[in-house]
DNA sequence: GGCCCAATCAGCCAAACGGTTGATCCGCGG
DNA sequence: CCGCGGATCAACCGTTTGGCTGATTGGGCC
């Protein structure tokens, strides 16, 4: 009989899944069935242990992974079905906590959302809880999550951060002006409000916190 | 007697450590001694060896370390015997490649830079090769500094480097004079030179340029 | 229907920034 | 030894940005 969690491993260092495949290993009841380097190299295992009759119970899935296809993406694909199995709980465990990163994974069907700093228990405890059917967050990830929600006083509207992500590219507030078909007055009294909000008095520095609250993305 | 080369780990996640001690002892003659969470840790891990007697011979370091001391400023005092240690090569292994981070890492005295999605025999050689006192720079690593100097007319010195960085946290130009301890003249004539390196004519598209060419790391 | 807020625009003034010219000092390499 | 390039600083000037006050329009909400 089969009393263990068993678990695949989505992560592109192998640093980290040999790391993770040690620490499970110390667990009880915690068994990892495979590895895979990618999304979709994710959805192969999935799909090859399904026909083998060894279903998978816990993903464990990183979010950026290098060349091949992400961990949103993978999330959202396990959820629908394309790996061509009942979709098992995905755990996020990842190196960067932000706004962006957690809406998306959750939006594509994530149970939860753990950093990779997390001490061995912690780690555990997201597998566990997974198996069960729960969701959970980091307590880090909860904490500023709350915070956004209690403070909507400082979510940008959406042509703020239209603005903001023109100001990423370096553009001028005439050039912004140009490209949105407003006046230089309506660009400035736009950063004027995104400073107040972000909580800085210029504009690279309004970057620099946009682009650590991921309210843009870069490159 | 010992053929072995003697490790000391040091990087803040647990999983890291957790998979490259995995990894490390599946290979001969290398054996993890120690490890730690931060600089701080990790200068008394190779004092205390050091008075008992067993030194280390290879540190493998991380840069980014939450709250604690960074690798940069670790490598440095290590380097500069405040460890009260002969000082043992450090290997610095990290998951971005950047220019500053590369920069700041050599300048400290590290005497490689790997990246955390190596594969294990890569990382295997890092260690080797360290404690042969060799240096060693990861492939990629290795090609884009080839590429800085195969076209010197555009490579930023360290200098500027050191000034896009904090161009990027959206500091002013005072602040930045400040910071360095030097002239907002100084600083001016810096930025003029690399507006011209980088082909742009502001500070923000500086820094979205320096951003996308990995100049300086992007989170 | 009245209210709030996002989005739009204007004008003004001070501060910061960008562009230029020119200068000194120092270390490295032919 | 002499040149070259990096790092440092100064003065000047025009442009851009930031900070402020105030105004209009249109959409959503109670």
Redesign the interface.
């Known amino acids: 009989m089969n009393n263990n969690i068993r678990v695949l491993l989505v992560d ?12 499970l290993a110390d667990f009880e009841g915690v068994q990892v069935v495979a590895e895979a380097a990618d999304g979709g190299a994710a959805l192969a295992e999935l799909s090859k242990l399904h026909t083998l009759g060894e279903p998978v119970d816990v993903v464990l899935m990183d979010l950026q992974m ?1 060349p091949g296809m992400d961990g949103v993406t993978a999330t959202g694909k396990i959820k629908a079905g394309e790996a061509g199995t009942p979709p098992p709980p995905v755990r996020i465990l990842t ?2 906590d932000n706004d962006a990163d957690i809406l998306a994974a959750v939006e594509a069907g994530a149970s939860g959302y753990m950093l ?5 228990e912690q ?1 555990r405890q997201a597998v566990v809880s997974a198996a069960a059917g729960q969701t959970a967050l980091a307590p880090e990830v909860a904490a500023r999550l709350m915070g956004r929600i209690r403070n909507p006083v400082h979510a940008l509207s959406a042509r703020e951060v239209q603005l903001v992500e023109l ?6 507030n005439r050039a912004m002006a140009k490209q949105l078909f407003i006046s230089e007055a309506t660009v400035k009294t736009h950063l004027v409000h995104i400073y107040g909000k972000l909580g ?1 008095d ?8 946009a ?2 609250r991921r309210i843009i993305r ?2």
């Open positions: 592109d260092h192998p640093v980290v899944r040999a790391g993770l495949r040690a620490m290098g190196t960067y990779k700093d997390a001490p061995p780690i100001l990423a590219t370096g553009m001028s800085v210029n504009r690279t520095a309004a970057i620099a916190v682009t650590q870069n490159q």
